[in-house]
């Protein structure tokens, strides 16, 4: 059961049709196949927990630092559904800070590890 929510957050945060197979066995598509060296480069000058819009013909683009970012609250909130006595309630720039930290030191890390990474260590501190 835990599997088939965390599988099903996957299918519902993600934005890019990559996939990527672990050697844990986890399937994961969308955002987190990435990098953590793109999402540092996504990042670029943008101040924690904040993000930019702008609109071309009446359609509105949010800055590509949020589809990372949008990718770990889907696995935030699959893991805080799975595990009820250990929730992970941090604001958005203290996540981002922590998944910017990892990621520096391991650019070439797929997203995903980053973002399994700091919930691990989140509900070891719980």
Partial sequence: MRAIVLLGSFALFTTVNN?????QGWFVEGEGTRSC???IAAI?????GKSFTFERD???YWSENQTFLQFANGYITA?????PD???RLDPAAIELWLKNYCSKNPTDAFFVAVFKFTEAMRVKR
Avoid: E, W
């Fill in 19 to 23: 996939a990527y197979a672990s050697d």
């Fill in 37 to 39: 060296g793109q999402f």
């Fill in 44 to 48: 670029g000058d943008t101040k924690p």
């Fill in 58 to 60: 009446g359609v509105t």
């Fill in 79 to 83: 893991m805080n559904a799975i595990y």
């Fill in 86 to 88: 250990k929730q992970i």
